[in-house]
């Protein structure tokens, strides 16, 4: 029994969307651009990296939804562990966030689900992201 990439379920995903490039990341994985800008990336151990206007991010890692990105802490980074098949849905919706923007389409934050519903992502709290 192989295991399943969880990243490469999460590019299934998100390189299906209207307007998504994707191209190897320069670290490794795959890297996802909306008209020629990047919304984020996935390495090949799981961790999936999105850059965030400052205060989502702040929002996100105080909500427990992410974690501030491992070497660049206080920019607007993000990092979110893919540990299993569970977090697929969650890491799908950070992306989504970050695909709307590129494309202009603006949420009222109410609408945020990856904010407001607590099942949207396990409680991420335990165990840092490796450095």
């Given amino acids: 029994m192989g295991t399943i990439d969880l990243g490469q379920l999460?590019?299934?995903?998100?390189?299906q969307w209207e307007g998504v490039e994707v191209r190897p990341h320069r670290?490794?994985?795959v890297e996802f651009r909306v008209a020629h800008r990047e919304i984020g990336h996935v390495h090949v151990n799981g961790v999936a990296d999105l850059l965030m206007p400052v205060r989502l991010r702040r929002d996100l890692v105080a909500a427990g939804r992410a974690e501030p990105h491992r070497t660049q802490p206080h920019?607007?980074?993000i990092s979110f562990r893919l540990r299993s098949e569970h977090d697929v849905p969650a890491a799908?919706?950070?992306?989504?966030?970050?695909?709307?923007r590129g494309r202009?389409?603006?949420?009222?934050?109410?609408?945020?689900?990856?904010?407001t519903n607590p099942t949207m992502l396990a409680d991420r709290s335990d165990g840092g992201l490796p450095a």
């Fill in 27 to 29: 670290f490794g994985g």
């Fill in 92 to 100: 799908v919706e950070l992306f989504r966030l970050n695909y709307e």
């Fill in 75 to 77: 920019s607007g980074w």
């Fill in 10 to 15: 999460v590019a299934g995903i998100v390189k």
């Fill in 104 to 115: 202009g389409i603006v949420r009222p934050r109410a609408a945020l689900p990856v904010l």
